[in-house]
């Protein structure tokens, strides 16, 4: 079964830093696009950054400035480096990743739990 573990979330005050990241476990294939959303208070869930297989990146214009996506391109560990946060940055942040199994070579979505960030002073 494939399950992906994050870590690195918590409290922050703003202006700070935090990094996020992100592992697929279990058996598996191919990891093909990762990225993170976010979904803050009484929000919608939106998209933070992606990163391909091969480490092309994407992002909202919105999250360009202080928000840096990375991947262990061998491990497929992807990282979240969040700059300058802002308390509006305060939300429940989500891996995901489009991995191929033995039963699945198209691939699938898969989803992590969720890591609190909190930006508060």
């Known amino acids: 079964q494939v399950r992906l573990v994050e870590s690195g979330g918590g409290w922050v005050q703003p202006g700070g830093s935090l990094r996020l990241s992100c592992a697929p476990s279990?058996?598996?294939?191919?990891?093909?696009?990762m990225g993170w959303y976010r979904q803050g208070p009484g929000k919608e869930r939106e998209l933070v950054a992606r990163i391909t297989s091969v480490g092309t990146t994407d992002y909202p214009s919105s999250m360009k400035d202080r928000f840096t996506i990375s991947r262990d391109l061998r491990k497929d560990i992807i990282y979240l480096q969040m700059d300058n946060l802002k308390p509006e940055d305060t939300a429940v942040y989500y891996c995901?990743?489009?991995?191929?199994?033995?039963?699945?070579?198209?691939?699938?979505?898969?989803w992590g739990q969720g890591t609190q960030v909190t930006v508060s002073s």
């Open positions: 995901y990743a489009d991995i191929a199994t033995e039963y699945d070579q198209d691939g699938s979505d898969y």
């Open positions: 279990g058996s598996f294939d191919s990891v093909y696009v």
